[in-house]
């Protein structure tokens, strides 16, 4: 990018959002996908690409810079900073496969928007106890949402949706 472009960019960005803002965005993201990357002990066989994680953290506070302007609100809620994150991080690709890794990879960005979504959804807890019919039903619903990330549209509002759509149901069933 010239900088030229970086410097538009940059005042777009400061229009919106203090440079402490798009900082903490930036290490929240990025410590997010360093767990990941630790977490599925991903050393050896994926790489997180820095520079088009930059230019996945440009495009997502560029598009929510413009939701905020068109509807002429002064913050962006954490549902559609995750919409647009994971959105982002489907279309971009940060984390790449290294050369000779296994297919089971293949899928390794989709993987990481679906913990984002269901580390937002308050639905990533490897410690809570389950019945095993609601388990499977669980199992099987994850599997769901992975498809869909996989196969499916995956714009931020669709994934906006989802994540309202999962607290609504959390909602519901804790008034029953």
């Known amino acids: 990018m010239d900088k030229e472009r970086v410097k538009e960019l940059k005042e777009e960005l400061n229009e919106s959002f203090t440079d402490a803002y798009i900082r903490n965005a930036g290490t929240l993201i990025h410590k997010l996908a360093e767990q990941f990357y630790k977490e599925n ?12 994680f930059n230019h996945c953290l440009i495009d997502i ?23 647009y994150t ?21 899928y390794i960005n989709e993987r990481f928007a679906l ?14 106890n389950y019945y095993e019919e609601d388990q499977k039903d669980l199992v099987k619903g994850v599997g769901q949402i992975y ?17 309202i759509g999962l607290e609504n149901g959390r909602k519901i069933c804790t008034a029953n």
């Open 61 to 83: 506070l560029v598009d929510l810079a413009r939701l905020k302007h068109f509807h002429d609100i002064s913050r962006v809620n954490y549902v559609k900073f995750i919409a």
């Open 147 to 163: 498809y869909h990330l996989k196969y499916r549209n995956t714009n931020p509002q669709t994934l906006e949706l989802f994540l």
């Open 115 to 128: 913990t984002l979504l269901l580390h937002a959804g308050n639905c990533y807890d490897e410690n809570a």
């Open 86 to 106: 994971a959105s982002w991080c489907l279309k971009r690709k940060p984390f790449q496969i290294v050369e000779g890794c296994e297919e089971d990879y293949i």
């Open 41 to 52: 002990n991903l050393r050896g066989k994926i790489y997180f690409n820095d520079d088009i």
